[in-house]
């Protein structure tokens, strides 16, 4: 994945992060303080087959909603490419590797994934990543 993707990615969690009004709660604002130490965070890529842009976008945004409920769940954001419509990258933190294994086996992920091949190209490209140098006391 590009770097200037990744750095996207990142600015986005920045910016959700900056004060506002109201609770953490009432914004939906990620608190870095509250990720533990050992959380398991996900980049992952899926592009829409030729014609099928709309298609992919319409199965796909039902997760964010669905995900973010789930119990485990710290971040969970769905972005598509401004200049490639039907590239979409997801940035996904789990409590544990365990979390995001139990993710992938929901019904509505396991749902999705059915769906992909007649959607995307390719399937999911995931990167497994450490969160570094944001989480305090964090053990090394």
């Known amino acids: 994945m590009p770097r200037i993707l990744l750095r996207a990615v990142i600015a986005l969690l920045i ?3 900056a004060p ?3 609770s953490a709660e009432e914004r939906g604002v990620v608190r870095y303080g509250a990720i533990p130490a050992g959380a398991y965070a996900v980049v992952a890529e899926v592009r829409a087959k030729l ?3 709309a298609a992919l976008r319409e199965a796909t945004l039902p997760l964010v909603a669905k995900v973010r409920g789930e119990p485990n769940n ?4 769905l972005h598509e490419d401004r ?3 039907g590239r979409f990258v997801f940035y996904e933190v789990f409590a544990s590797k365990a979390d995001f294994e139990a993710h992938n086996a929901t019904p509505h992920v396991q749902a999705w994934f059915r769906r992909l091949p007649e959607l995307a190209e390719g399937g999911v490209k995931v990167i497994q990543m450490e969160i570094l ?3 305090p006391a964090q053990a090394r």
Do not use: D, I
């Open 133 to 135: 140098g944001s989480l």
């Open 15 to 17: 910016a959700a992060a």
């Open 83 to 85: 200049a490639t419509p």
């Open 20 to 22: 506002a009004e109201g």
């Open 51 to 53: 014609g099928q842009e």
């Open 74 to 77: 710290l971040v969970y954001f």
